[in-house]
């Protein structure tokens, strides 16, 4: 569990963790114990969730331990006194060592209390923005309240095209969602990598806190041709757009393509109104998407775990053929003895690395500290004979410390327990006879 408590410390959400039973917290991150004005997860130990979070003696009267379920998130929004702060929470039911306890995520969304003070300032808006937000808010996901958000926007602003504009860790731009009015050509597909020097202007402005707004784009044709002929091919003539801020970093933008030029000042309002939803919705993305790579994926190699193992196998077509490897990294002990871990895990790496290689294509995964199994559903059976012959021929080459066996049958059917021991019995012959020729010890 060392590494997910690291994880969740690098969260700029609240996380905190329960016995689902006694509610009894064992865990809170850095940030939700400086928020409750915790030292030190020394001092929360014994204590209740509820004596910590809400200061009271007694159980939450609107506790929803009882509608959580493993693998589904309940989503809920509250204001905190005791910190004085709107939350928006997802909680969820986590099992370690045969207990259940409770996780759950909270994001502050205090910043929309702006959004209310604007809105009493543009009553007009009030409407359209609330059913909007409303509407999405019971969406089962961020990706779809995003949608519905943009397609409200799109329609009462009687604009062409809504859409975001993320930046990416190379600093070009991607068009991550998009709603365009009917008979409009989407342009989702022609902003993938967007170039950082075309909106560069914008962003310098974005950090001043100013949006764009452009009339008519022929008056930057002079200033910033590249910009206009990215906008011009996409049949733009107005544009309103407002920057994504998360945490005081610009993380994009979103906006609005042929607004009514008599409404650049309304559409500008109502985009900067729904811009903290938007951004909520794009960090609740990011955790959801964080949490389900922890879940499946092994956290030293990066390849799938056992969990995404289970879920290839349940997914498979069990009339086709499966064909198994299942391979064993050879000396990893010897190397954790005499090298240090460091060096293990750097083997280890290296391995999956190299089973990765040659069956990505299909599913590959680490399910113990030294073994690695590549599932190959619907495979035929010359394809796999084929593999498996470069496969040996790679390992000898590039001398690779790994033990195979390989099992190929015509249909998986309900279970894969058979050719997964078919398989494993071969590779633990292929051990042997390795340690019986290198001479090494083996591993007990």
């Given at each position: 569990?060392k590494?997910?408590?690291?994880?969740?410390n690098?969260?700029?959400?609240?996380?905190?963790?329960c016995?689902l039973?006694?509610?009894?917290?064992?865990?809170?991150?850095?940030?939700?114990?400086?928020?409750y004005g915790l030292?030190?997860r020394e001092?929360?130990?014994?204590?209740?969730?509820?004596?910590?979070?809400?200061n009271?003696?007694?159980?939450?009267k609107?506790?929803?331990?009882?509608?959580?379920k493993?693998?589904?998130?309940?989503?809920?929004?509250f204001y905190?006194?005791?910190?004085?702060?709107?939350?928006?929470?997802?909680?969820?039911?986590?099992e370690?060592?045969?207990?259940?306890?409770r996780?759950n995520?909270?994001?502050?969304?205090?910043?929309?209390?702006k959004?209310n003070?604007?809105v009493?300032?543009?009553e007009?808006?009030?409407?359209?923005?609330?059913?909007?937000?409303r509407?999405?808010?019971?969406?089962?996901?961020?990706?779809?309240a995003?949608?519905?958000?943009?397609e409200?926007?799109?329609?009462a602003l009687?604009?062409?095209?809504?859409?975001?504009?993320?930046?990416?860790?190379?600093?070009y731009d991607?068009?991550?969602?998009?709603?365009?009015?009917?008979?409009?050509?989407?342009?989702?597909?022609?902003?993938?990598?967007v170039?950082?020097?075309?909106?560069?202007?914008?962003?310098?402005?974005?950090?001043?806190?100013?949006?764009?707004?452009?009339?008519?784009?022929?008056?930057?044709?002079?200033?910033?041709?590249?910009q206009?002929?990215?906008?011009?091919i996409q049949?733009?003539?107005?544009?309103?757009?407002?920057p994504?801020?998360y945490?005081g970093?610009?993380i994009?933008f979103?906006?609005?393509d042929?607004?009514?030029?008599?409404?650049?000042n309304?559409?500008?309002n109502?985009?900067?109104?729904?811009?903290?939803?938007?951004?909520s919705?794009?960090?609740m993305r990011n955790?959801?998407?964080?949490?389900?790579?922890?879940?499946?994926?092994?956290?030293?190699t990066k390849?799938?775990?056992?969990?995404?193992m289970?879920?290839?196998?349940?997914?498979?077509?069990?009339?086709?053929?499966i064909?198994?490897?299942?391979?064993?990294?050879t000396?990893?002990?010897?190397?954790?003895?005499?090298?240090?871990h460091a060096?293990?895990d750097?083997?280890?790496k290296?391995?999956?690395?190299?089973?990765?290689?040659?069956?990505?294509d299909?599913g590959?995964?680490?399910?113990?500290?030294?073994?690695?199994?590549?599932?190959?559903?619907?495979?035929?059976?010359?394809?796999?004979?084929s593999?498996?012959?470069?496969?040996?021929?790679?390992i000898?080459?590039?001398?690779?410390?790994?033990?195979?066996?390989f099992?190929?049958?015509k249909?998986?059917g309900?279970?894969?327990?058979?050719?997964l021991?078919?398989?494993?019995?071969?590779m633990?012959?292929?051990?042997?006879?390795?340690?019986?020729?290198?001479?090494i010890?083996r591993?007990?």
């Amino acid at each position: 569990m060392k590494r997910i408590w690291n994880f969740f410390n690098t969260l700029n959400e609240f996380v905190y963790i329960c016995d689902l039973e006694t509610d009894e917290l064992i865990y809170m991150n850095d940030r939700t114990l400086k928020t409750y004005g915790l030292n030190s997860r020394e001092e929360m130990q014994g204590k209740k969730c509820y004596e910590i979070l809400h200061n009271s003696s007694t159980r939450c009267k609107n506790c929803i331990n009882n509608k959580l379920k493993k693998g589904e998130f309940v989503e809920s929004k509250f204001y905190n006194p005791r910190v004085k702060k709107h939350l928006l929470t997802k909680d969820t039911i986590v099992e370690y060592k045969d207990k259940l306890y409770r996780l759950n995520i909270s994001i502050d969304v205090s910043e929309q209390e702006k959004y209310n003070q604007a809105v009493r300032k543009y009553e007009n808006l009030e409407a359209t923005v609330n059913e909007a937000i409303r509407t999405a808010m019971q969406a089962h996901n961020p990706d779809t309240a995003i949608d519905i958000v943009l397609e409200y926007l799109g329609k009462a602003l009687d604009g062409e095209r809504t859409y975001v504009i993320e930046k990416c860790e190379d600093n070009y731009d991607k068009n991550t969602y998009e709603w365009v009015a009917k008979g409009v050509t989407p342009s989702i597909e022609l902003l993938q990598s967007v170039p950082p020097e075309v909106c560069a202007d914008w962003y310098n402005s974005f950090d001043s806190g100013n949006p764009i707004v452009i009339e008519d784009i022929e008056d930057i044709k002079e200033k910033n041709y590249q910009q206009y002929e990215t906008l011009k091919i996409q049949n733009i003539n107005s544009i309103v757009v407002v920057p994504l801020v998360y945490e005081g970093k610009v993380i994009g933008f979103y906006g609005i393509d042929n607004p009514p030029i008599h409404d650049m000042n309304y559409v500008e309002n109502m985009l900067k109104i729904t811009g903290y939803f938007i951004v909520s919705q794009i960090q609740m993305r990011n955790l959801i998407h964080e949490l389900h790579d922890m879940s499946y994926r092994d956290q030293l190699t990066k390849i799938g775990n056992r969990h995404a193992m289970r879920k290839y196998v349940k997914d498979m077509n069990k009339s086709r053929s499966i064909g198994v490897v299942y391979c064993d990294i050879t000396g990893l002990k010897r190397v954790n003895d005499n090298e240090g871990h460091a060096a293990g895990d750097t083997l280890i790496k290296m391995c999956c690395s190299f089973v990765d290689e040659f069956y990505n294509d299909y599913g590959v995964f680490r399910i113990g500290g030294d073994e690695i199994i590549a599932l190959c559903s619907c495979i035929g059976k010359d394809e796999f004979e084929s593999r498996e012959k470069r496969f040996r021929e790679a390992i000898a080459e590039r001398k690779i410390p790994l033990a195979i066996g390989f099992s190929w049958q015509k249909t998986s059917g309900e279970s894969i327990g058979e050719i997964l021991h078919e398989a494993e019995k071969a590779m633990y012959d292929d051990k042997s006879a390795f340690y019986k020729a290198s001479g090494i010890e083996r591993r007990r």
